[in-house]
């Protein structure tokens, strides 16, 4: 506990200042002084002991970065004395707390709500640092401030804006499994009915012995598989720090992974997720349909780009042991010149060999603002390097594509969808 004195008790000092003035010596000096101080210090010992006022926090716990929360400070006075309470309870900026610092009066033995909202800014955990609360004397010139031990923390989740993709996308798979059925006869998909033959069918599609009983050409339509499994590897390295617009390289990422995660538990598939480095660090493995989407916003939440780079023969690794030959498996990771160095385009290779695989790239949209500039001569020069980069991009996304991946590379608001696409691209044609 401290004593501090408030800007009331320098003014009282001041009232002193004529007497100095008149009998300028120094036992009036020392005569005002000491008053002055008595006054203050009796002022400070009235008022009551902050470390007893009870304090209780009624937090909100979770919000979607975006969204106001609500929360409670509770402050109880147990003594006989009325409190005057100066409250300072110290989040982060980003938590978006909208005021800091609040004053109330607090009857003898009552309690008393600071109302407080939350808006935060950044996803991830934000907590209190510290919560002081300060009794000030009746007569306003000294308080006493104590340390309340009311932890807070408040946990801001991911908004999941390409949500509103979710039932476009929906209507697309209903098509692929039932209103369209399949018709050729791809990795993944399993026997669905029998009909007669139309012209634009696959003549490997043909069931010979069906056709011999029946004395008509009759084919196998296919329908695809479900509780498929899909493994999402999100590249949480430096790369991932990028700034694209309004938001990270990895806050898209996670875009487009719970977008994936929504429309494969419509399909019927199972979802795991995998952050890794160079280290694994988040992992969302085994949870249910029902619940691997809430499970996954709330596991990525506190998940931050790390400053170094990944090492993919340790994503590799990781993958071999989660995900079994078949499973569909999403490396979210920059198509770039500078992570292809480290070790992707051999990582790729291997998986691919046993596993559907699709490389989901989020593009910086700057490169293609830059590339179209032409007004002056600085413009054009960075328009050509501009160029250049998309033209290595290119060349990387061919390399890849060459091992068997399918690469996706899009801007950050058409990257989720693009995503999706691809997964509904390969139900279709059967590779799922």
């Known amino acids: 506990m401290r004593i501090s004195l408030t800007p009331r008790a320098a003014l009282v000092a001041l009232l002193a200042l004529p007497l100095v003035v008149i009998w300028p010596t120094w036992w009036m000096l020392l005569t005002c002084f000491v008053l002055w101080a008595l006054v203050v210090l009796t002022d400070a010992l009235l008022a009551p002991n902050p470390a007893m006022i009870t304090v209780r926090r009624d937090a909100p716990g979770q919000v979607r970065l975006g969204k106001e929360a609500t929360g409670r400070l509770l402050l109880t006075n147990p ?86 993709h979710l039932p476009s996308r929906v209507r697309r798979l209903r098509e692929i499994e039932g209103l369209a059925a399949i018709h050729q006869r791809g990795q993944g998909t399993e026997f669905d009915s029998l009909r007669d033959f139309v012209d634009g069918d696959d003549v490997r599609s043909i069931d010979w012995r069906a056709t011999a009983r029946r004395r008509s050409v009759v084919v196998r339509t296919w329908r695809p598989e479900r509780d498929r499994h899909v493994l999402i590897v999100v590249d949480t390295s430096r790369t991932s720090a990028s700034r694209l617009g309004d938001s990270t390289r990895l806050d898209t990422a996670f875009d487009a992974a719970l977008l994936l995660t929504a429309l494969a538990g419509q399909a019927g598939d199972r979802v795991d997720l995998l952050c890794i480095d160079r280290i694994p660090h988040v992992s969302v493995l085994g949870s249910s349909r029902t619940t691997v989407l809430n499970d996954m916003v709330s596991a990525t939440a506190a998940v931050h780009p790390a400053l170094v780079e990944t090492d993919w023969e340790l ?57 179209a500039g032409r007004d002056d001569l600085e413009t054009v020069y960075r328009a050509a390097a501009a160029e250049q980069a998309r033209t290595r991009r290119a060349g990387v996304a061919h390399a890849l594509e060459r091992t068997g991946a399918h690469v996706m590379d899009a801007p950050p608001e058409k990257a989720p969808q693009g995503l999706a696409d691809s997964y509904l691209m390969m139900k279709a044609a059967g590779r799922l």
């Open 315 to 371: 994503a590799a690794s990781t993958i071999t042991s989660r995900a079994r030959k078949g499973s569909l498996v999403v490396l979210v990771t920059p198509v770039e010149e500078s992570v292809v160095h480290t070790g992707l385009l051999p990582v790729a290779a291997r998986l691919a060999r046993d596993h559907p695989l699709i490389v989901a790239s989020v593009s910086d949209p700057a490169l293609e603002e830059l590339a």
């Open 79 to 164: 003594t006989a004395r009325p409190a005057r309470l100066e409250v300072r309870d110290a989040w982060n900026p980003t938590a978006g707390l909208s005021e800091q610092r609040s004053r109330l009066h607090v009857p003898p033995h009552e309690r008393r709500a600071i109302r407080q909202r939350f808006l935060p800014t950044r996803r991830g955990e934000h907590s209190s640092r510290a919560l002081l609360v300060a009794s000030v004397g009746r007569l306003g010139l000294a308080r006493r401030t104590a340390r309340a031990q009311a932890p807070g923390r408040l946990l801001a989740l991911h908004p999941f804006g390409s949500r509103r």
